[in-house]
C-alpha cells in the first residue's frame, strides 16, 4: 500500500520561473493539505482540499501560489513567479477524513516532501 | 509569542537513557495534541495523539499533557540510535478540526550507540 507520493523530490528553479509540485494522496483517502516547512519558521499550513474543492486557503499567500486537486489525477500546488524567499520543503499529507466529518480524521500521513531551491 | 513553544535542541543522549521532550502552548482552547517525529529528508509521521490532561503510553513511548500548565510531553523509555530523529509537536487550530496544524519548530534528538 503506497503511501502518500510527492515529486519531484528535488526542484530547482531560476526566479521568475514556474514550480509545479505534485502529490498522490494515499489509496482511498480524498483530503489533501499542504504545508510548507522553513528551518526557523517550522511547518505551516497552507491549504486544505478535497477533491475538486478548496475548502482552506488560509495559509496561502494570496499571490503567485495556487492549489487544485482534480477528480482524475494528483493534487497539485503551483508556485508561479518564484521568488528565493519560496526555497522551501513543501510537505502534502492526506487523510480518509476530514475536518467536517465525524471524528478528527486522524491521522494526517505526510509524503517525504519536495524540496524547492530557487537560484 | 508564538502558540506553540518547542526547545529545539540539539539533545544528545547514550542508548538506553530516558528522553524528555517538551512544549508549551499559549492557547488554553487547545484541546488535542500531537507528537511526530521526522526523521532527516522525510516527511513526518505521527507518533501519538492525546485528548485534554492525562497520559498515553504506546510501548517506549508515553505522551503527556498538563492543561493547568499547558505543557506537553513525550518521554522515550530505553532510547534506541533508531530513535535519532527530530520531535514535533502540534496542535489543531481548532478543536475538532484537523486540517491546520500549528506545530512546534521541533526538538533535534541523537541517540549514541
Known amino acids: 500500500n503506497a503511501g502518500v507520493m510527492q515529486n519531484p523530490r528535488h526542484l530547482v528553479r531560476r526566479r521568475g520561473q514556474e514550480a509545479r509540485l505534485r502529490c498522490s494522496p494515499m489509496?482511498?483517502?480524498?483530503?489533501v493539505y499542504w504545508y510548507r516547512q522553513l528551518p526557523e519558521e517550522g511547518l505551516k499550513f497552507m491549504v486544505y482540499?478535497?477533491?475538486?474543492?478548496?475548502?482552506?486557503e488560509s495559509g496561502m499567500p494570496k499571490e503567485r501560489f495556487s492549489a487544485e486537486f482534480p477528480k482524475e489525477g494528483p493534487s497539485i500546488l503551483r508556485i508561479q513567479q518564484v521568488v528565493r524567499g519560496d526555497s522551501a520543503a513543501y510537505f502534502c499529507?492526506?487523510?480518509?477524513?476530514?475536518?467536517?466529518?465525524?471524528?478528527?480524521?486522524?491521522?494526517?500521513?505526510f509524503g517525504n516532501g519536495t524540496r524547492l531551491t530557487v537560484t | 509569542q508564538k502558540e506553540v513553544e518547542q526547545d529545539p535542541g540539539p539533545l544528545s543522549v547514550p542508548e538506553g537513557a530516558i528522553v524528555s521532550l517538551n512544549c508549551t502552548y499559549s492557547?488554553?482552547?487547545?484541546?488535542?495534541f500531537m507528537w511526530y517525529r521526522q526523521y532527516s529528508r522525510k516527511g513526518p509521521e505521527l507518533l501519538m495523539y492525546?485528548?485534554s490532561s492525562g497520559n498515553k503510553e504506546d510501548g517506549r513511548f508515553t505522551a503527556q499533557v498538563d492543561k493547568s500548565s499547558k505543557y506537553i510531553s513525550l518521554f522515550i523509555r530505553d532510547s534506541q540510535p533508531s530513535d535519532s530523529a527530530t520531535y514535533l509537536c502540534?496542535?489543531?487550530?481548532?478543536?475538532?478540526?484537523?486540517?491546520?496544524?500549528?506545530w512546534g519548530l521541533g526538538t533535534s534528538l541523537a541517540v549514541n550507540p
Open positions: 482540499l478535497q477533491k475538486e474543492n478548496i475548502i482552506d
Open positions: 489509496k482511498g483517502h480524498s483530503h
Open positions: 492525546t485528548y
Open positions: 499529507a492526506s487523510s480518509p477524513l476530514g475536518s467536517n466529518d465525524r471524528g478528527l480524521g486522524w491521522p494526517l500521513h
Open positions: 502540534a496542535t489543531p487550530a481548532n478543536a475538532g478540526n484537523n486540517r491546520k496544524l500549528i
Open positions: 492557547n488554553s482552547a487547545f484541546q488535542y
